[in-house]
Structure formats: structure tokens, C-alpha cells
């Protein structure tokens, strides 16, 4: 007889090895990668650099341990060495090292004095641009040492400078011309010509939205011409020729919006001088652009989030819009070409296969280069299915249901827990997602039905569809997520008397607002999540663009204030629903004081709550221990109270 399949255990859930960071090889014929797990160890993760042929004819290898797991490896312009991060896990700096194709002895090539955030090989051979934080000075150590550590709030977070290592010295030049802005993306024209910089005049996040700048910067004599301002979180820019010379084609929120879907600008850019201005190359597209690939001098090949599954597209240089090449169902990401651009590599993931490394021609088939994690096929998942429907206003709107693993569509009705993804502008793919955060196979494992909507604010859906979040959180997208639910105990999956909800970061948001606005759930679990939107303004690392979402700031006089409307925090004293409290200590993004807050008036009121903090995390869970904990908690949490 056959043996029964496994049930997941966190452990086996957290210590499942993952693929990050795919680089095809400019010659196409060799997949570089990342994996990352902790395998049992404590503590953060740890990283490794994998190689597989591209066309499947040779199994991975594992080139590198000790890589770390924030820098992805990049090929050298020859295709025959490999750059990536290497840290120890008692070190704080990682380091930039290189290694053989065919592997041999790792060389570092920067010190810990250089804290390496990410890196480029130039086209010469012979040079690699760095972003990297300044090192402390002897004077600054001394006075560390001493304990006199005082920090002025506006330098607390150094600049990722753009610097250029030569390979030959191993001498390190700062470019100068930038002074201290903060760099965060960078490419360089497919002759060998300048580098595109996009940079922020600060590196506080909230505070350096509003100033993002694109500026040439030539790698010999390390000159620096300004482009001019761009959008709102400007990134992955590229290069490619037009009959009218050479353009340079960016992602950035639609302009002139701070909160809404990201869109392909696009720029002639001048022999001299500043740049005319940018063209939206996405507008009006009922889908979104994610990520862009330079090829060589061609059109840029991008991925768009197309409602539950991902587009590969090319742009078409006679029309200037974008043409769809292939449409996978569920998730791809991390999109790299070779220089022919013949041949691309990504990252990819269906309803029951966790994201792997795979490669293909652009519009043909993709095939699976890796088998990160093995284990995870032994067991029986939940049975994940595609949702449509309206919205009470007729809005189409998409989502996944998962069904309680070995059950089918007769059965029913089952707890339901709707678990809200987080941005706003994010989204549930059909992909297979399995942690603390991405939770619903983890619960249907246990019994549960999952739901997971795709509620206006997020992204797939085009531009219009994502602005609706602006200063409006807890509207339309709340009632888009109610509508799911109806939708589920109309058709006797969901038990109306055992609805839960978790989320985390703005998903904790809806779920806190959830408990604050309805008595329909009997449990909550809110993750990272917002309770006061003038707190998150004036506290939060986004600042100005959580004050757009949450509709004012406290700075505005004293009120009434939109933002109180919209903060859960605003109706504590009518929730009954029990809520457990997820939360990192070293959380900047939403910092600590919004589950403080919450958790103080739910203890006022007298609702069974519990604050759970996680010590040395941020906006999500790292460390092993933390991992296993928050998984542990989610089910016990549900079990008791639905």
C-alpha cells in the first residue's frame, strides 16, 4: 500500500532551502543563483552560489558557500568569473568576492571596512561599480568604543555611495560628483558607454522619496551629468537604441501620483544636457509593469503582473508599447537576459511548485534548471483554486481559494481564515507561497479554508486599480474583501461562524480594521500591521507616502483628520474579536508602537489579545527560532478560538 503523505511540520516549512537571484551568463549558457535556508542552523539564513547549465544538460552545482543572502551573484562581461557577496557569520560587512566559472578558490576583493549593498561588473573587465556604505572612521570606532554613540536623527542612515573598484589594483574611487546622495540602481550602456544612476538625495526612505534624480556618470574619468528628477521608487533602469538615439527606460510610481501602479517612463537621452522629460510607455494597461531586462541594444524585455499570473513582454521600438511574448500561470520573477538577449532566466512558481530557477528563449517554453527543495512534493497540500468575482459596485476582482489538503469541491463548510496581502500594492499570484507571512498552505495543512483576495490598491490590474488605496485605506478594499468572503458562504465553503483573518504590514492593517469595523470574525492575527495612520506619518520609514494612503498628517492642525477615520485604532472600543499581535522589535518600517498602541487599547477595553515581539527583526521574521514560533502561534491561535 502507499504511505500517506506527510504532514508539514514547521520545521520542514522553515527550513525548506529557496532560489533567489537567477543571472543568466552574457554568453546564455550558464544560470548562476543564490540559495538560501537555514538548514537546521539558528539564526538568520544563510546563502550559497549555485551554477546549472542553461539548456537542463547538466545537473546544478554548488559553486560557494558562505554568500550572502542580500547580494545577488552577477556575471563578469566574459562570462568566465562570478561576483557576489560573502560574509561569515560573525562578520557585519559583506564583502565582494569572485569565483571561477568552473569554481576553484574564492578571491575578496573589498575589505570589512566597505560595507558592499550591491554591484555591477563593467563592460572593460576591469572594473566594478559598488554601492557601499562608508566604512567608521578610526575616530568614530574610538568613540563607539568609549560608549559615546550618540546619533543625529537626519545621519542616522549612511548614503550607499557609488563607487569604482579596478580588479587590476584593487584600488576603490568614489564618485565624487554625486556627493551624498544615496545611490539605489544602476546600468551601464551596451557599448561600454556611461552608467545610468538613480539615486535619492537621502537615505531615509520617506524623506528621500520625493527626490529621486537620474544622472550619467562616466566610469573612466568618474564625471557626472544630471538627467533630471524622476518618479516616486525610480528603479531598474535601462538602456536600449531608437532610431533617435539612445533611451533610457526606467520603472516609477505613474506620475505625477505618489501611491498607485508602477509604470515604464521612458527618455531620449541628450548628447548634452539635461533630459526633455519621460514618456509613460504602460499608460492606461489593465496590468503592471514589475521588472525590466536590458538586452544588449535592443528593446527592453519586462515582466507585468497580470492578475493571478505574470507576462513576459518586449517592447515594440516602432509604436513604443509594450507586445506580450508569453503569459505563465502564476508567478515569475527576478527576469535576467543574455546579452543576445536570445536566451532569459527567472525565477518561477505554480500553484504547487515553490519559486526555482528556470530558462528558455523569451516567448517559448521555460524549462527547470533546479530542484531546490525536494521535500516539499512529499506532502499533500491544500487544493488551490481560481476565484473571480464582483464587487458590490460590479468591479471584477480575482483571488485564490485553498481547500483543506484532501478535500474536494462537495465538502464543506470549513473554518475559513482570509489572509490580506500586504503594500497595499502587492498581490496574490497563483504560485505556491508557504511562511509565516504567506501562511495559507500552512493553515489548510490544518483544516482550514484560505482565502486570499487581490483587493483594489494592489497591483495586476493597471494603474486606476491601484491608486483607489490613496487616502481611502479601509474602503473599497475592505468591502472588495468582504465580497470574497460572502461569495465563499454563499457557496458552503466558508462556515459563517468561523471566519478568521490574518495579514501582515498593510495586511495587518486590514486585519486590525477587520476586528475594528465587523464582529463577523472570531479570531485575528495581525502581523506588522498598522493601527494609527497619523502615527505611521510621522514614525514610519515611508512618512509623506503612508500619509498619502492614510489621507493627513497629524502636522495639519488639529483636525478632524482623515487619517483618524481611517485607523483602526479610531473604533478599539467596539472590538471583541480576539487578536494576536505579531511584531519585530527593530521594525522601521511599521515601527513597534503600532502594536503597542493597539495592544494598550485592547487591553483597556478588555479584549483577550496577545503581543508576541520578536527581538532583532524587522518588518519581517528572519531568525529560525522566530520562524518556527510564529508558525507554531499562527495554528495554535486559530485552533483555539475558531
Not at 504602460?282 to 544588449?296: D, F, K, N, R, S
Not at 517592447?315 to 507586445?323: A, M, N, T, V, Y
Request: glycine content about 14%; hydrophobic content about 40%; overall charge negative.
Amino acid at each position: 500500500m502507499p504511505h500517506p503523505a506527510p504532514e508539514p511540520t514547521a520545521e520542514l516549512v522553515v527550513d525548506a532551502a529557496a532560489a533567489v537571484a537567477p543571472a543568466l551568463s552574457p554568453d546564455g549558457l550558464l544560470v548562476a543563483y543564490g540559495v538560501v535556508g537555514h538548514g537546521g542552523r539558528p539564526g538568520r539564513p544563510y546563502g550559497s552560489v549555485w551554477v546549472v547549465a542553461a539548456d537542463g544538460g547538466s545537473a546544478p552545482r554548488r559553486l560557494a558557500e558562505g554568500a550572502s543572502p542580500d547580494l545577488a551573484p552577477k556575471w563578469a562581461p566574459d562570462s568566465a568569473t562570478l561576483f557576489f557577496g560573502a560574509e561569515d557569520p560573525g562578520r557585519s560587512t559583506v564583502r565582494l568576492a569572485r569565483i571561477g566559472r568552473d569554481g576553484g578558490a574564492v578571491q575578496e576583493l573589498t575589505d570589512r571596512h566597505v560595507a558592499v549593498l550591491d554591484h555591477w561588473p563593467l563592460l572593460d573587465g576591469r572594473t566594478v561599480a559598488l554601492l557601499a556604505e562608508d566604512g567608521p572612521t578610526a575616530e568614530q570606532e574610538r568613540r563607539a568604543a568609549e560608549g559615546d554613540d550618540a546619533t543625529v536623527w537626519g545621519r542616522r542612515l549612511p548614503p550607499a555611495r557609488l563607487r569604482l573598484l579596478d580588479l587590476g589594483t584593487g584600488g576603490l574611487r568614489t564618485v565624487a560628483g554625486l556627493g551624498d546622495r544615496h545611490v539605489v540602481a544602476l546600468s551601464q550602456r551596451p557599448d561600454g558607454g556611461p552608467l545610468a544612476v538613480l539615486s535619492l538625495a537621502t537615505a531615509e526612505p520617506g524623506a528621500g522619496a520625493l527626490t529621486a534624480r537620474l544622472d550619467l556618470v562616466d566610469p573612466g574619468s568618474a564625471a557626472v551629468r544630471e538627467l533630471g528628477p524622476v518618479g516616486v521608487e525610480a528603479g531598474s533602469p535601462v538602456w536600449w537604441r531608437h532610431e533617435d538615439g539612445w533611451h533610457l527606460a526606467h520603472l516609477a510610481v505613474t506620475p505625477p501620483h505618489l501611491v498607485g501602479g508602477l509604470a515604464v517612463l521612458d527618455t531620449l537621452v541628450p548628447e548634452h544636457g539635461p533630459a526633455a522629460g519621460h514618456r509613460n510607455l504602460t499608460a492606461g494597461l489593465p496590468y503592471c509593469p514589475a521588472e525590466l531586462a536590458q538586452v544588449a541594444d535592443g528593446p527592453p524585455l519586462a515582466l507585468f503582473a497580470d492578475g493571478l499570473d505574470t507576462a513576459l513582454h518586449r517592447l515594440d521600438p516602432r509604436s513604443l508599447r509594450f507586445r506580450r511574448l508569453s503569459r505563465f500561470p502564476g508567478l515569475l520573477a527576478g527576469l535576467t537576459a543574455s546579452r543576445s538577449g536570445a536566451g532569459v532566466a527567472l525565477l518561477a512558481s505554480t500553484a504547487y511548485a515553490p519559486k526555482d530557477v528556470h530558462a528558455g528563449a523569451p516567448g517559448g517554453e521555460l524549462t527547470r534548471l533546479a530542484d531546490t527543495a525536494p521535500e516539499l512534493r512529499a506532502v499533500r497540500w491544500g487544493v488551490q483554486e481560481r476565484l473571480e468575482y464582483r464587487a458590490r459596485d460590479g468591479l471584477r476582482l480575482d483571488g485564490l481559494l485553498i481547500r483543506p489538503a484532501g478535500t474536494g469541491p462537495a465538502d464543506g463548510p470549513f473554518p475559513l481564515v482570509t489572509v490580506v496581502h500586504g503594500g497595499p500594492y502587492g498581490r496574490c499570484a497563483d504560485e505556491f507561497a508557504l511562511s509565516p507571512v504567506d501562511c495559507g498552505q500552512w493553515l489548510a495543512t490544518a483544516g482550514y479554508a484560505v482565502f486570499l483576495p487581490n483587493p483594489r490598491g494592489g497591483s495586476g490590474h493597471g494603474h486606476a486599480f491601484a491608486a483607489t488605496a490613496a487616502g481611502a485605506v479601509g474602503g473599497d478594499e475592505w468591502h472588495d474583501v468582504l465580497d470574497g468572503i460572502d461569495l465563499l458562504v454563499a457557496r458552503g465553503v466558508a462556515d459563517p461562524g468561523r471566519l478568521g483573518i490574518s495579514g501582515w504590514s498593510h495586511g495587518g492593517f486590514l486585519a486590525a480594521w477587520a476586528v475594528a469595523r465587523s464582529d463577523r470574525f472570531g479570531a485575528a492575527v495581525m502581523g506588522a500591521g498598522i493601527s494609527d495612520w497619523g502615527m505611521q506619518a510621522g514614525t514610519g520609514d515611508w512618512g509623506l507616502l503612508d500619509a498619502e494612503l492614510g489621507g493627513s498628517t497629524g502636522w495639519e492642525g488639529p483636525g478632524p483628520h482623515l487619517h483618524d477615520r481611517n485607523s483602526p485604532i479610531s473604533y478599539a472600543a467596539a472590538i471583541r474579536t480576539p487578536v494576536l499581535l505579531l511584531h519585530g522589535e527593530q521594525d522601521t518600517n511599521v515601527p513597534l508602537g503600532q502594536a503597542v498602541h493597539f495592544h494598550r487599547a485592547l487591553r483597556h477595553f478588555g479584549v483577550d489579545h496577545e503581543l508576541v515581539v520578536y527581538p532583532r527583526e524587522g518588518h519581517g521574521l528572519d531568525e529560525r527560532a522566530h520562524r518556527l514560533d510564529a508558525l507554531h502561534r499562527l495554528r495554535t491561535w486559530f485552533a483555539r478560538h475558531l
